[in-house]
């Protein structure tokens, strides 16, 4: 056998058809919930300007400084074109969007989705890659903590219809205002005078460039020092503790349970007030499947008029990897419902027009019009796992007949071909057929895509 000349590049992946079943079926929750809630849906580009990225998620973020992929560009040397990066996030680009598009003069809060790649020049491991998939939700142009409450149920509800809820937990923490988190930086850097020798390295680097991350930091001596460091709490702001307050009490209405989660900060700039993060209950932060909070001061930052905003994404790989794991099965539709076999070129003319009309009415059909004997075909269709075969040979076009054959009984029968189709409606059952139309029951254009 000889070496494979092409592989996929180092850190991505195939999304290969028993994947693509449950990435389906994900992508089905998301728009289900959306819909209920008033989101509408909303694509930006898979690359934007870098600085877009630097100046909304934060220059010394780990994202921006070691993991955004930059796109080459034809003509680099023309001063009129930018720096381009792909996205590493959805946030930033629907903001941008927001603002571009003036989406302020629409009623608020506007309510957006996206489902698509995004993509991190990061470490390859376990579960994580360079290009993987995301949902997204944002609420922009109103900060009420019923506002965080709903987006927060909205995404509890998706994990529980993708049946993955129980093995998550919510962690939830209130981080302030920029002000509060000003303080505070200027706290911790006070407090680790003279104990920066007993950082690890990166930790060193954080300290003076996102002191913030040294919370969540995974290194032992770090979390042995912040255990005697000045809390984020100490420095918040009254106001945003009674919103804080308020969220818990929303979210305690709604049945929502959570752990309060002081060392909670995320990694991006742009966050204020509300950070959330849904975790795996037996391996923590490890496995999370996404996060979100609020972001009241990005679109300003960005250009735009001072406004308010919620968001929350969820990686669709971490959430087809809980949903194995728990062993939930993705509904699959791809079953093949007919095989058909042939032998002869009169029996292979007669078989493409009755795939074609199975095929209309909703029957899963495949069509074996190649040159291979009755056995191989029937061969083909057991591989196919398809739950029936009509089989047409030279003597059934002769006799203008066809037979039917049940694959698990084992049974055939011979039967007139101007009456297959009906029996084949009938066996399956009209209510079981594929059926598409662009229009729902209103009249209007559905969205029947999987995109």
Known sequence: ?????????????????????????????????????GYKRIDPPIFEERALFERGIGSHTDIVEKELFNVGRKGAADTAD?????????TAGICRSYIEHGMQELPQPVELYAIGPCFRYDRPQKGRY??????????????DPSIDAQLIHVVWKVFDDLKILRRLNLQINNIGSSDDRKNYVQALKDYFVGKERNL???????????????????????QILIKMAPTLD?????????????????????????????????????????VFEFWDSSTGAQNAVGGGG???????????????????????????????????????????????????????KKCLMLVSELRDLGIHTVGALGEASLKSQMRLADRFQARYTLLLGQMEVKEDTIILRDMAAGKQKQMPFSKVVP????????????HYSLMDKFGKFSDPGEG
């Open 130 to 143: 360079r290009q993987f998939h995301q949902f997204d939700f944002e609420v922009i142009g109103l900060s």
């Open 294 to 348: 609020r972001y009241d001061y990005l679109i300003e930052q960005l250009g735009g008029k001072a406004t308010p905003g919620v968001g929350f994404a969820g990686g669709m790989e971490r959430i087809l990897w809980h949903m194995q794991e728990a062993g939930v099965e993705a509904p699959n539709k791809d079953q093949v419902d007919v095989f058909v076999a042939q032998l002869g070129p009169e029996a292979k």
């Open 234 to 274: 100490q420095f918040i702001h009254p106001e945003s503790k009674k919103y804080h307050t308020a969220l818990l009490e929303y979210l305690d209405a709604l049945g929502i349970t959570y752990t309060q989660n002081t060392s909670l900060v995320r990694g991006l700039d742009y966050y204020n007030q509300t």
């Open 423 to 434: 029996e084949i409606v009938k066996l399956l059952g009209a209510e079981h057929l594929d």
């Open 200 to 222: 690890p390295e990166k930790d060193r680097e954080r300290l003076q460039t996102n002191p913030l991350r040294l919370l969540d930091s995974k290194e032992e001596d770090t």
């Open 82 to 90: 930018k720096d381009y990066a792909l996205r590493p996030e959805f």
């Open 1 to 37: 056998m000889s070496e494979l000349k092409y592989r996929s590049p180092k850190g991505v992946h195939d999304v290969l058809p028993a994947d693509h079943q449950y990435m389906t079926y994900i992508k089905k929750a998301v728009r289900h919930r959306a819909r209920q809630a």
